[in-house]
């Protein structure tokens, strides 16, 4: 797949690392586009390059700092997130009684279609969501907002409208929110997929010792 050196048996079978080899001829990056469900289009991985044309109309791309390390050990494209907000008010849940600069750790992973965290962090989220299982109080759900560091200090949001985290059906309502326990050597950390990543353009880009993931 995509991941980084950790999900490899070693760095010559990594498909990243071959990219940013001096025997590739293309630049090392790694652009993605997830399609939207209910439109005609198609979903597109760019290799070398990515398309402006695939942004919203008067976006653009925000780079978020992945600790290229701690990436590459675990695998997996990893950011940085501060917190989450319901209702415009902090969760708190990357608080941290041990740490100065509290945050939460994020794989951002296309293929997952669900968007996990630890059992308690979920349970938390889903008390603040309030969701009604037979989608009663579907209008009254709130947006959510996942707030990321960003280059040069600065922070990046990414917000869930309902219809981004609630799957309906004639039974009822279903987050697409799953609670995961992780092996000890990955720690505590959330891991974003599709039901998310269908909202943002992602590029991902290795030069040198960096890693860096964009995102629109």
């Given amino acids: 797949g995509l991941g980084l050196e950790g999900l490899s048996t070693g760095p010559n079978f990594n498909f ?12 090392p990056v790694i652009a993605m586009f997830l399609r939207t469900l209910d439109a005609d289009e198609d979903s597109e991985i760019t290799f070398g390059d990515w398309r402006r044309d695939r942004l919203a109309p008067g976006q653009d791309m925000h780079w978020l700092p992945v600790d ?14 501060r917190d989450v907000f319901v209702h415009g008010e902090p969760l708190k849940l990357c608080d941290d009684a041990f740490s100065d600069n509290p945050r939460c750790q994020v794989a951002m ?26 989608c009663g109080n579907f209008a009254q759900l709130p947006d959510l907002t996942f707030r ?5 200090g600065a922070t990046f949001d990414m917000v869930m409208k309902a219809e981004d985290y609630v799957d309906r059906s004639p ?5 697409t929110f799953q609670p995961i ?8 950390m959330w891991v974003f997929g599709q039901s998310l990543l269908r909202k943002y353009r992602s590029e991902e880009r290795r030069v040198g010792k960096e890693c860096r993931s964009r995102w629109s």
């Fill in 16 to 27: 990243v690392n071959r990219l940013k080899s001096n025997t590739s001829s293309i630049d």
């Fill in 181 to 188: 326990q992780l092996p000890p050597d990955l720690g505590r």
């Fill in 68 to 81: 290229k390390d701690e990436a590459s050990d675990k695998g997996y494209w990893l950011v940085t997130m």
């Fill in 148 to 152: 990321f560091d960003a280059a040069g």
């Fill in 109 to 134: 992973d296309t293929g997952t279609s669900l968007l996990m965290g630890s059992p308690f962090q979920i349970s938390v989220l889903m008390e603040a969501i309030g969701m009604d299982t037979t």
């Fill in 171 to 175: 039974e009822g309502c279903a987050p």
